[in-house]
């Protein structure tokens, strides 16, 4: 950690005391202190995970985090399955077996290395905080604590009244993925398919083209693809 960094203690406290719910956190301060590249927050929804909290300058994180989201599989997703956290210092040395088609699409790309851990309330998750580093290294162990501390002090922000609110305005934080689910309900109305359905089609689409899920969202809601033959 920089000398000059705060510690993740004083940032969830400062953060607790301003009262504006996780974006009185700043993910780049807090990846700096843990000595990371990135960070971000899924929260548990009906749809899988949602993405709220990370910095809008952090491409490579967030793209790997949609990356997990497409294809079902990730550090991020087993982490809220289990609830257990998921450390993987080098994401070049699992087993491929592991998660396959992450690895594959993952080939050379950033990030290198993955740490999940998931936001516990008692048996309830609420969602999974994950740090992403271009490098392959381990956490040590004052990183693991803080980066666990981060995970308690967000979980606590979350179970506030304005734990998921934008500080700029009291509607909540705008969701990454919205554009995601409106294409889903379009599609649930276009083919007359259970949602669950319409998403898995639009994940098939986006991973047999080799597209972002946002984007084939995107073209769905305006109307430049057609996804009306079978999945893939």
Not at 11 to 16: D, E, H, P, Q, R
Not at 20 to 41: E, M, N, R
Not at 175 to 185: E, K
Request: proline share 9%; net charge negative.
């Amino acid at each position: 950690m920089p000398a000059d960094a705060p510690d993740i203690p004083g940032l969830v406290a400062a953060a607790t005391q301003a009262g504006h719910g996780l974006t009185a956190l700043d993910p780049s301060s807090c990846a700096v202190t843990l000595g990371l590249d990135s960070l971000t927050i899924c929260l548990i929804d009906h749809a899988g995970l949602e993405l709220v909290w990370y910095d809008p300058a952090d491409t490579a994180g967030v793209a790997f985090e949609d990356l997990q989201y497409t294809l079902g599989e990730g550090p991020t997703v087993d982490a809220a399955r289990t609830g257990e956290p998921v450390l993987v210092p080098d994401l070049y040395t699992v087993p491929e077996r592991r998660w396959p088609a992450l690895l594959a699409a993952t080939h050379r790309k950033s990030p290198h290395a993955a740490y999940a851990v998931p936001l516990n309330l008692g048996a309830a998750r609420l969602g999974v905080l994950t740090g992403h580093r271009d490098t392959t290294r381990s956490l040590t162990r004052p990183q693991m604590s803080q980066l666990l501390a981060l995970a308690e002090g967000a979980t606590t922000i979350l179970t506030t009244p304005h734990g998921i609110h934008d500080m700029s305005s009291s509607n909540p934080l705008p969701l990454h993925r919205a554009l995601i689910h409106q294409a889903t309900g379009a599609l649930t109305v276009m083919l007359d398919i259970p949602l669950d359905q319409a998403l898995a089609r639009l994940r098939a689409y986006a991973f047999t083209h080799n597209l972002p899920l946002l984007d084939v969202a995107d073209d769905v809601v305006h109307h430049r693809a057609d996804l009306n033959g079978p999945p893939g």
